[in-house]
């Protein structure tokens, strides 16, 4: 039918079919603003203005546009003009990965030409609609506030250092070529310092206009698109599948099953080579191990006809027994997951052990037996989500050289270089990975989820292939937080002292086992250490069962293991009629003594690859030179208003009425991971125009780390962050990185661009010396000039043109890496107010308090808005994320509606304060988003603890558990002793 | 994915919406805000051989009080009901209900015909219209039948006593009697959420504070929306004292139907239809004698 579009200012005459959602016709024409992030309007990302009215693109017929005036971002303003909402975005740090941007700034826009003065409560409930799952939110309400005052004429102080204009200057070759001049002190734009400073995203323009920064955001001619068919079965084997239909349908390419492709056990987890999980995958295989795994997958000319070909593929399944629950599976005659020869590296495949980590220091058992008090307790976290807003995606094509070119949105772009290459028998020569800018991960993009088979299916057909998952695809058949139970077993003496501690974790590992070795060793490590004592002892399993597989999660397995050790260290106090702070205080980890684990954890991670897991960087004692706890635990304590707020709670005077408060903290702690090895790489080469390009292979995945890079490499090199052009990822160009957690990524990163910069900056010098005939050491690099003692000056072009073309012609540019590990913990206390609803269970958060001690801070902007955003996750995790499952292992939250994430308006006020460590080292820089999730579970657990005198010991908190909870205490006491 | 094949057709007067429905019949599907029935196109959960757009039927779009009614056009959007000076001051239940469906996004689409049509247990409308014992307009090829909200849910969930060939055209209310008042209270996961469960409630009092009428709806415990009849009849003639509440809101839960999902166990959804009802009363109550 044809359609006449009436879109941002412009009439498009197009042909589209009636049954064509608007969202896939805006896409096709290239409006890559318009983002897909779910199938039924649930999130928001695919928001366009019908007649100034926002509405989810996906649920619109195209055909319903016609005669309508459609707006999307493209439309709002530009690089050169930006509209107000773009620049609050920008300058509130508002900005994240991006990708709900265009649907936030289109819901704000709308908002503001009905409502020029709106309250937080009206923006908060204009922006209900759009999910985001970096920011907090609370900066994208301050970033509306700010543009309504803006827009209503009024003044607003910057929150970020206005914009240079430096993208855009002009460079005059003729000016450039000048000899040497005098500076005059006029006409030279000031560099401020930038580290501490709150630059704005260099990155956040391309984002707030709704350019193809993303990796779906491209289309190639010939593009085919494929679709995954999924397991009905939690466990079968494919007894026979045949694809003759589905072949013979028109516009189906190829049909790939285990029959097509080689059987190579390998594993999905992007990690440093060789991977230390076991190798218990096959691209497609002949069993299925979970309701969702692969069976085949289809490239058709479209996506509609790839989906009709999946159901014309016959395949005849024989159910075998499936187990679901770790605790079984564990059990003799369980069903076995991989009694395959071929798969290796797993623990015990006998026992559906994929995985097993064990510490231990001190006579455990003696000390419990001596102990005066033993206090124990099991916790138990639910199977999660990562919930990223853009989907796992990737786009593969042969190139003119005929090299596969595999373009993805993954955050480990070697790891995929090498792992397709494996699979596919390329050489990595003939491979080549692109990672554009990446929607989202929390670690949920540092699997392979659909590279390989992408790859396959250009192999196949020698076409171009976009494999895309769907919002239900990423429930069912992606990588999950994995659920774990937790046993705490602690002997203390009257006073408090713990005398022995012992943690026991059983996670979930789900069908592969690939990440499984690094949670089961996150959970302990990255919470015991809090509280280290002689006798202590860590023992995790990670047990397969016909789940999805456990994947890579933020903060690595804090999250877990202090919502058990932080909500028992509150119940431990209440034993002993103690203030919880006091017994922290008396117990926590201190300046100059030993972190437990890391000396032993090389000696007992065992891994059964060869040379895999084994290199921990801490081969000798660590002593702890800084520990953050006690001011974090202060500045805490103080801003909750702890004490007061605390008598008021049920551990004072119990509190009568409906509706009861309560106030709980709890403390963090982060390791950067110990168990991976560690490098990172850095280029960076000077332009005729003073501006750099730096090529890293870090992903830009919203935390900031680009912009924080840059803001490093500016600072050595005397220019403003936005002269540093970063080159993302890309495996033939930007050099080696292992990709390991996003703190120790960042932490290698940042070391490897100041000292790639240091080394231009001497590069830079000495060709400035030979032309001012003047020593090196005698130079000073700011501003875009190198100044000489007597006043003559040379502008950063002015060196790069001499360089370059001059007498002796040589290029500025250095590589750098970096290989050690950060040691240092980044340490973390969070407080919660809660109100609770006793006669329906409903929990309200009303406050947050953060206090964050983690290395030095490059951008508070930036560095808040991870912290917020980490807060947003951890409190939506803690009050509403589960998976759920049937009998059969069938997933029943397969949508953003069943499966709930925090929006808008369920975000409470925040307080962030942070601390920056010793600062001996100004380039100690981590992600700080990491630590920033971990500790709100237990502090809000505690704090409903404290409103209602019930502990709840799983999570969510869901109404009905609190409910019951509280029917239980009441039933209780109401029975005579 | 994207929904099958279908012939899309826009009607341009219910005259012609009509027609085509009739032509069509069961292969025919109405489009309003398209906010339910997309998505199960997408999952082809329905399919339709032809959809009919409604939109364009501006005549469909209104709210006005005439002859002791509340007429409200089946095309009304809830954005606009949610605004509307008349139903916010005359009709707060219906304020109430529009306020806590999804977010504004929605909102700005979705109709009140639309999501009376679907017949969603999850959906709030209807739960409020049983309580306000609402009429609805089907406008067929021979003109129109009246059909009270009690008898348009059939015992199917989104199943409704439409005929293939009507449309829904109005929604009627009984215009607020002197001393009556409403409320619709809705318990979320989150905010915007499906309700794990909500009520409605609507009475009306004589001058000596009997209950002349009482209206108890509940939205998302049962396979349809559900009239609570017998906690009605406890109310019928009391005094709407604590006491008569309280047994009502015990009897209402009694009669709600709930299943465990995902949304919550069926004992606890039952125990909230419990204390919703009582909470819902007691506001009905509030409002009917002049407070908020
Ligand atoms: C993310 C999201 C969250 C939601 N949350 C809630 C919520 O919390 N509470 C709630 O109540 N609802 C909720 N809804 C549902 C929303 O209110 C729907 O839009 C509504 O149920 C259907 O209205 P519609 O105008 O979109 O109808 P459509 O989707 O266009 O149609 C729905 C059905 O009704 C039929 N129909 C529509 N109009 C007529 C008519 N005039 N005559 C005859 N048949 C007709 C259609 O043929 C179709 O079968 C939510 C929807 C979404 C997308
Ligand atoms: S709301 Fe349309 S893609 Fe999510
Ligand atoms: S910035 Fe909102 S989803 Fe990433």
Redesign the pocket.
């Given at each position: 039918m044809e359609l006449e579009l009436r879109i941002n200012g412009v009439i498009k005459s197009l042909d589209v079919a009636p049954n064509e959602l608007l969202l896939n016709v805006l896409r096709r024409e290239g409006y890559y603003s318009v983002k897909h992030g779910c199938d039924?309007?649930?999130c928001g990302a695919c928001t366009v203005l019908i007649d100034g009215l926002p509405r989810p693109s996906c649920?619109m017929l195209a055909m319903q546009a016609a005669g309508a005036t459609v707006t999307t971002v493209e439309g709002l303003g530009s690089l050169h003009r930006l509209h107000p909402l773009q620049e609050t975005f920008i300058d509130a740090g508002a900005v994240h990965c991006g990708f709900c941007t265009p649907g936030m700034l289109l819901s704000a826009y709308a908002l503001l030409q009905r409502n020029p003065n709106p309250s937080e409560e009206e923006i908060r409930e204009a922006l209900a609609g759009n999910l985001c799952r970096c920011t907090g939110y609370n900066r994208l309400v301050q970033a509306v506030q700010r543009a309504a005052a803006l827009l209503r004429g009024e003044d607003i102080e910057p929150i970020s250092i206005p914009d240079s204009g430096g993208r855009t200057r002009s460079w005059d070759l003729g000016r450039a070529s000048l000899e040497p001049y005098e500076q005059t002190g006029t006409g030279v734009q000031r560099v401020q310092v930038m580290m501490g400073q709150p630059e704005r995203q260099i990155d956040a323009i391309k984002l707030v206009t709704g350019k193809p920064a993303f990796a779906d955001d491209c289309d190639l001619p010939g593009l085919l698109h494929a679709r995954l068919l999924t397991s009905p079965h939690a466990h079968a084997i494919i007894r026979e599948i045949d694809t003759t239909e589905a072949r013979a349908l028109p516009g189906v390419h190829a049909v790939l099953t285990y029959k097509d492709i080689p059987r190579i056990p390998s594993t999905s987890a992007g990690q440093p080579w060789p991977e230390p999980g076991p190798h218990d995958q096959y691209s497609l295989d002949h069993t299925v191990r979970y309701v969702g795994d692969r069976v085949a997958v289809v490239a058709a000319e479209t996506a509609d006809i790839a989906e009709q070909a999946l159901k014309l593929i016959k395949v005849d399944y024989e159910p075998l027994p499936a187990v679901f629950d770790p605790r079984q599976a564990l059990e003799p005659g369980a069903p076995r997951l991989h009694p395959e020869p071929e798969s290796y590296g797993i623990y015990d495949a006998n026992r559906n052990i994929a995985s097993h980590v064990h510490f231990e220091q001190g006579d455990v058992e003696r000390a419990f037996a001596s102990a005066e008090l033993i206090v124990e307790g099991e916790y138990v976290l639910p199977q999660s989500q990562h919930a990223a807003l853009e989907n796992h995606v990737a786009i593969t094509y042969w190139d003119e050289d005929d090299r596969l070119v595999v373009r993805t949105s993954s955050e480990v772009p070697y790891h995929v270089r090498r792992i397709v290459a494996a699979l596919t028998g390329l050489a990595p020569r003939r491979i080549r990975v692109i990672a554009p800018r990446v929607g989202g991960g929390f670690g949920g993009k540092h699997d392979l989820i659909v590279e390989d088979l992408c790859a396959l299916l250009t192999l196949a057909t020698d076409r171009p292939v976009r494999l895309e998952y769907s919002r239900v695809d990423e429930f069912r058949s992606s990588r999950v937080v994995p659920s774990q139970i937790i046993r705490l077993k602690t002997g203390l003496r009257r006073d408090g002292t713990i005398i022995a501690n012992q943690m026991l974790v059983l996670v979930n590992a789900g069908a592969y086992g690939g990440q499984a070795a690094s949670v089961s060793a996150g959970s302990g490590l990255n919470s015991l250490p809090l509280y280290p004592c002689p006798n202590l002892r860590y023992s995790a399993q990670a047990v397969y069962t016909n789940l999805p597989p456990a994947g890579a999660f933020r903060s690595n397995g804090a999250l877990a293991g202090l919502f058990a050790l932080e909500s028992h260290m509150d119940e431990i106090a209440r034993r002993l009629g103690m203030d919880p702070l006091a017994l922290r205080r008396k117990n926590w980890l201190k300046e100059g003594e030993p972190l437990p684990f890391l000396s032993q954890a090389q000696a007992r991670y065992e891994s059964p690859i060869p040379q895999a897991g084994l290199a921990s960087p801490y081969s000798a004692e660590v002593r702890l030179a800084h520990c953050g706890l006690p001011r974090c635990l202060q500045v805490v304590e103080e801003q909750l208003n702890w004490r007061e707020k605390r008598r008021q709670g049920q551990s004072g005077p119990a509190q009568s009425g409906r509706i009861q408060r309560g106030v709980g903290i709890a403390l963090a702690m982060h390791l950067p991971t110990s168990a991976q090895s560690l490098l990172s790489s850095a280029t960076l080469k000077l332009n005729e125009d003073g501006s750099f390009n730096l090529l890293i292979s870090l992903p830009e995945n919203g935390n900031g780390s680009h912009t924080i890079l840059a803001q490093i490499a500016a600072e050595v090199l005397g220019v403003r962050p936005e002269d540093i052009l970063i080159h993302l990822p890309d495996t033939d160009s930007t050099p080696f990185d292992t990709s390991s957690d996003p703190s120790s990524s960042l932490y290698a990163c940042v070391h490897a661009v100041r000292q790639a910069a240091e080394q231009v900056r001497q590069q830079l010098l000495s060709v400035a010396a030979r032309l001012l005939k003047v020593p090196a050491e005698s130079l000073s690099l700011a501003d875009y000039q190198i100044s000489a003692p007597g006043g003559k000056s040379l502008s950063l072009s002015q060196v790069a043109l001499q360089a370059l073309y001059g007498e002796q012609p040589t290029p500025i540019s250095a590589t750098s890496s970096w290989n050690a590990a950060c040691n240092a913990p980044t340490f973390a206390a969070q407080g919660v107010e809660v109100e609770v609803d006793t006669a329906t269970g409903a929990t309200r958060v009303l406050k947050v308090v953060s206090a964050i001690d983690g290395g030095h801070i490059v951008n508070p902007v930036l560095a808040e808005g991870q912290i917020e955003g980490g807060i947003a996750q951890g409190l939506s995790y803690s009050l509403c994320e589960e998976m759920v499952y049937d009998q059969q292992g069938n997933l029943l939250t397969t949508d953003l509606?069943d499966y709930r994430i925090f929006s808008a308006r369920d975000m409470p006020e925040t307080s962030i304060v942070l601390m920056e460590g010793d600062g001996s080292d100004p380039f100690d820089i981590r992600d700080i988003g990491e630590i920033a999730i971990a500790a709100v579970a237990p502090a809000l657990a505690n704090a409903v603890a404290d409103a209602l005198g019930v502990r709840l010991r799983q999570l969510p908190l869901t109404p009905e558990r609190i409910l019951h909870a509280l029917y239980v205490v009441r039933q209780q006491a109401a029975r005579p002793a | 994915m994207i929904p099958g094949p279908f012939d899309y057709q826009v009607a341009s007067s219910v005259a012609e919406a009509i027609a085509l429905l009739d032509q069509h019949g069961a292969d025919a599907?109405?489009?309003?805000?398209?906010?339910?029935?997309?998505?199960l196109l997408r999952f082809r959960l329905a399919s339709p051989a032809v959809l009919v757009d409604?939109n364009r039927l501006r005549d469909?779009e209104y709210m006005q009080e005439a002859d002791g009614t509340l007429h409200i056009g089946?095309?009304t959007r809830?954005v606009d009901l949610e605004a509307s000076d008349l139903i916010r001051r005359r009709y707060p239940i219906l304020a109430d209900t529009a306020r806590?469906?999804?977010?504004p996004v929605?909102r700005n689409?979705?109709?009140i015909?639309?999501?009376l049509?679907?017949a969603?247990p999850?959906?709030?409308?209807p739960a409020t219209m049983l309580a306000l014992g609402a009429q609805l307009v089907a406008t067929g090829p021979t003109g129109q039948r009246l059909i009270p909200i009690e008898q348009f849910f059939t015992d199917s969930s989104f199943e409704t006593t439409?005929q293939p060939n009507?449309?829904?055209?109005e929604i009627r209310i009984p215009a607020p009697a002197e001393r009556s008042g409403g409320a619709y209270l809705k318990l979320e996961r989150k905010v915007?959420?499906?309700?794990i469960a909500g009520v409605a409630a609507y009475v009306v009092l004589d001058g000596a504070g009997h209950v002349t009428y009482a209206g108890i709806g509940l939205t998302n415990v049962g396979p349809t929306p559900i009239k609570a009849r017998a906690a009605e009849q406890l109310l019928r003639g009391s005094t709407l004292d604590d006491a008569v509440i309280a047994q009502a809101a015990r009897q209402a839960a009694a009669e709600a139907q709930p299943v465990s999902d995902l949304r919550g166990p069926a004992d606890y959804k039952r125990a909230m239809v419990e204390t919703l009802t009582m909470r819902a009363l007691r506001q009905a109550r509030s409002r009917a004698t002049g407070g908020a």
């Open positions: 039924h309007g649930h649920v509606n | 599907k109405v489009l309003a805000g398209g906010h339910s029935l997309i998505p409604i469909l089946a095309l809830e806590v469906i999804a977010d929605v689409w979705a109709t015909g639309g999501n049509a679907h969603d999850a959906n709030d409308h439409l009507e449309l829904l055209t915007g959420d499906y309700a």
